[in-house]
């Protein structure tokens, strides 16, 4: 008997691992077109994925499963030129009036002018969280990785492995985290010309049309969402679940310094500091240890 039970919990355990761990190779497997599929396209092997933006349509794509923790990455090449009004769009979310959601956005601007890095943290549907930077480098002239970092500590984005932004746990005193819904993986390509270069002043110039941004080896190593019952078990301190493991838990002291390199030299505006938006009542977070 007792030697049954060890053969089931091993099976289980292992089980979990596979779960928790697996990674997403390309594509087709993993992702689809939710809108504008017409004029995108998944190229090669499956490990690298065309959105077009046209007067016609943008597009985008979907993750078919939900995860809740772990680690969300893109090698993405963005819209080169004149891509002023145009939105790519890289996020993770829940769905509902209630919905969680971690975004990168990326915003177009005139030719010659750095695009901007948009994030935003939405918890039970309360979003205004907007942090924005200027990168160090043309995301338009090759790929780059952009990771989303997420456990029950806290959320990191990350640039080609550098931390520009970290959103820390603080639930016990009353502020929302990301941590009881599962979120898929969102991107697009979009109009937004309203509101995305200089506050919608400059409008996208459709003679530079079709424009284009390129994706290349999506990989999720998460821990699949499961409905309710995955809120424990993706969270629960095993090796299965890599993403609870003490050294991630906090930034290195190495990556805290480059998280203040990024912020002190190409952070453009954080809503912590924006008093006049606010009237003065400032997110609770702000107050907080964000590193």
């Known amino acids: 008997m007792a030697g049954s039970r060890a053969l089931f919990m091993a099976v ?3 089980a979990i ?32 994925l065309r959105l077009v933006l046209d007067q016609t349509s943008g597009s985008g794509i979907q993750s078919k499963r939900a995860f809740l923790f772990g680690s969300i990455e893109m090698l993405i090449k963005l819209v080169p ?20 959601e971690i975004d990168f956005e990326f915003l177009g601007n005139s030719t010659g002018e750095p695009y901007t890095v948009h994030t935003n943290i ?16 043309d995301p338009s002239a090759d790929y780059h ?24 746990n603080y639930v016990s005193e009353g502020i929302g985290y990301p941590n009881q819904q599962g979120m898929r993986v ?44 995955s809120i424990s078990q993706c969270a629960i301190p095993t090796p299965a679940n890599w993403w609870t493991s003490p050294i991630y ?12 390199w990024v912020r002190d030299n190409y952070m453009i505006y954080n809503y912590c500091t924006d008093f006049k938006r606010f009237n003065g009542q400032m997110a609770p977070e702000c107050s907080k240890p964000q590193i």
């Open 145 to 168: 990785n952009y990771t989303i970092h997420w456990n029950p500590s806290e959320v990191v984005w990350y640039v080609d492995s550098m931390p520009i932004r970290v959103f820390r």
């Open 12 to 14: 289980f355990v292992f």
């Open 81 to 100: 030129g004149n891509s002023a009004g145009t939105v790519t769009a890289y996020y993770l979310s829940s769905t509902g009036a209630k919905h969680d």
């Open 122 to 137: 939405f918890t039970q549907g309360q979003g205004n969280r907007e942090q924005q930077f200027k990168l160090w480098f």
């Open 249 to 260: 838990r906090q930034l290195s002291n190495g990556q805290q310094g480059q998280l203040k």
């Open 17 to 48: 691992a596979f779960q928790s761990s697996m990674v997403f190779a390309n594509f087709p497997k993993s992702m689809y077109f939710n809108w504008g599929a017409q004029h995108s396209s998944i190229l090669g092997n499956g490990d690298d």
């Open 186 to 229: 969102y991107s697009s390509l979009w109009n937004a010309d309203n509101w995305a270069t200089r506050g919608g002043l400059v409008k996208i110039d459709w003679t530079a049309a079709p424009f284009v941004a390129n994706y290349r080896r999506f990989r999720a190593r998460a821990c699949k969402w499961n409905g309710p019952v």
